[in-house]
């Protein structure tokens, strides 16, 4: 069975840094695209940055400069490292992995992390 187990989250101060990490396993062979997205309560999830298995990489332009994300295909792991983190920065970060393909050939579209929370308060 699949499974995106993610890491890293808690509580800091504004300017302070996290570095999130997201695990997949479950006969994993490959995955597509590997990403972060944010939810606060009453608003819908949000892409923070993704990545592909080539290292192609986009952010939300309120992230840019200031996170970066990072993968290891070998792990199908992916890193999101936060820098300068700012209150509005504050929700669940819920991983995603796209295009994944096990070693018994079977393809699934969509898998998602249970989520780890970040707060960013003085």
């Known amino acids: 069975q699949v499974q995106l187990v993610e890491s890293g989250g808690g509580l800091v101060q504004p300017g302070e840094s996290l570095r999130l990490s997201c695990a997949a396993s479950?006969?994993?062979?490959?995955?597509?695209?590997m990403g972060w997205y944010r939810q606060v309560p009453g608003k819908e999830r949000e892409l923070v940055a993704g990545?592909?298995?080539?290292?192609?990489?986009n952010y939300a332009d309120s992230v840019k400069g200031r996170f970066t994300i990072s993968g290891d295909n070998a792990k199908n792991t992916v890193y999101l490292q936060m820098n300068s983190l700012k209150p509005e920065d504050t929700g669940v970060y819920y991983c995603?992995?796209?295009?994944?393909?096990?070693?018994?050939?079977?393809?699934?579209?969509?898998?998602w992390g249970q989520g780890t929370q970040v707060t960013v308060s003085s």
């Open positions: 995603n992995a796209v295009g994944i393909i096990l070693f018994g050939g079977e393809r699934l579209p969509e898998r």
């Open positions: 479950g006969g994993i062979r490959s995955i597509n695209v």
């Open positions: 990545i592909s298995n080539r290292g192609t990489t």
